[in-house]
């Protein structure tokens, strides 16, 4: 495991619209962080499951596996991943659920580039305080 | 559900005459329900006596009166004797006499609270169709609100990413030149795309116009089929046509057809969602008119609920996603223009509804546009 400031945010991306997912790959990249792009759900999951990440950013309305459900695998898979859903519509119940389930935020289509950054890094930091927590109590533990 | 909640408390006042009407004509309506009914409570019988019980007691008198006469004739008969005089005629006379005087009034009171009883249903359905219709234009909009948002999330990002590449300094490389291309030819591809979904909601305004009296029922379930389509696909429902050609145009009007359409695709595309499935539209020439059918390979609907299904407010859905009025209204609807609405259904089996619609009558009427 890498350690100091330095590491890139490893973030996931899903969404089922492919040139979404695309040019935010770009995008993000181009700012530095490292980012993978799927576009269904049962791929997401198969990547979270091969390797770890620290955000994802996912999409609530897709065809067959929906974002909710997702999250609900996702966070068995991975409890520390830190999730942003993203959606094309103020829908309450999806945000209420997404919220229960764990979900860090819940941001609307189509979102600002600096709105998304600023939530993926609150919640690298968010992250890496659990991590540092996690770490923490087993050496007390141990 | 986008019903504003004194609207809803509008519709919960209007069940409660519904209901009480309905009670009165069928006395087992009303007993030992199990489901939920949206919004209504089981307390509270309407505390005016409903004019079907008012009815029921006139029906009762008017039949009354007849075995009355005849027991006045057999006592008359009795009491005269035989071999006497005809006299014992007039009680029975003066018995049909007064049975006369009484049932040309009772009859006409009887005929006079029926028709009352239709105008009253028919004014709480025609309100429960301006309630829906306005809660389904909600959740139309809203669904093309979301289906706008995707491309406008796209243009977004292609927009932004040419900033990225401006600020980048070097414009003039092939890489870049190539990518600034290929952004703009995505937006405009978007824009072609968000131009499709608004036309969508176009449409939809320009049906809800009061018009024709025919309708094309093939060309109604395709345009009501596209206002569903990406809810359909994100539900992982596969959507079959066997539509039959060469159909009679049917009575009725356009915005009311559509909306039985859409509510009873709503339902299928509810029963699947989440599993997928498949919903097959039909359509067949049937005596004087034309047949349509529905299907979806969903949960089905079980035993203990189907006797329920077509009386307002009766859902099995969550509170914010059924209003339990789809059904009642599509049926109000058709059976207005002299068709049907029935359900064939097992549990575990799907749901298949069908719709018969007779056939408008093409009349030589204004003249314009006549086909
Ligand atoms: N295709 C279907 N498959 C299964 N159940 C159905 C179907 N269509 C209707 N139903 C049942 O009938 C009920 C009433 O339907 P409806 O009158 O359209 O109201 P709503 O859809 O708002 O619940 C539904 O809640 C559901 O239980
Ligand atoms: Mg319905």
Known sequence: MEVGMTRPIRLLIVDDEQRLVETLSKRLTA????????????????????????????????????GIAVLREAKKLQPLLQVIMLSGNASINAAVEGMRLGALEYLLKPANLDDVLAKIEEAFKKKRLEEEHLASQRQAGG | MYLHSRVYAKMVAMIKIE???????????????????AGTASHGRAATPPPGRRLRRTVLALLLVPPACLLLSALALLTWGPGGSLAFLIPV?????????????????????????????????EELLRLSRAASLGEVASSIAHDLNNPLAIMREEAGWIQDLMRGGDLQGAHTQAEIANALKQIDIQIERSREITQRLLQWGRDSAPQTESVDVNLLLNKTLYLLESELQ???????????????????????????????????????????????????????????EIRDTGPGIPAAAIEHIFEPFFTTKAANEGTGLGLPISRWIVEKVGGTLGVESREGAGASFHVTLPAGETLPDTGSGGR
């Not at chain 2, 209901?19 to 489901?35: D, H, I, N, T, W």
């Not at chain 2, 994100?234 to 009575?251: F, H, M, T, Y």
């Not at chain 2, 699947?272 to 498949?278: A, H, N």
């Open chain 1, 31 to 66: 700012r530095g962080l490292y980012v993978e792009g799927v576009h269904s759900g049962p791929e997401a999951l198969a990547v979270i499951q091969a390797r770890p990440f620290d955000v994802a950013l996912l999409d609530v309305r897709m065809p067959g596996m929906d």
């Open chain 2, 19 to 37: 209901r009480s009407s309905r009670g009165a004509l069928s006395p087992e309506a009303g007993a030992g329900r199990r489901a939920r009914w």
């Open chain 2, 93 to 125: 006379i003066a018995a049909l006499a007064v049975w006369a005087a009484l049932a040309w009034p009772l009859a006409a009171r009887i005929r006079r609270e029926l028709t009352a009883l239709a105008r009253q249903r028919d004014a709480f359905y």
């Open chain 2, 234 to 292: 994100a539900a992982g429902v596969r959507v079959v046509k066997e539509l039959s050609p060469g159909l009679a145009q049917v009575r009725g009007g356009a915005p009311e057809l559509r909306q039985v359409f859409l509510n009873l695709m709503k339902n299928a595309l509810d029963a699947m969602r989440g599993q997928g499935g498949t919903m097959t539209l039909a359509t067949r020439p049937e005596r004087g008119g034309v047949r349509i």
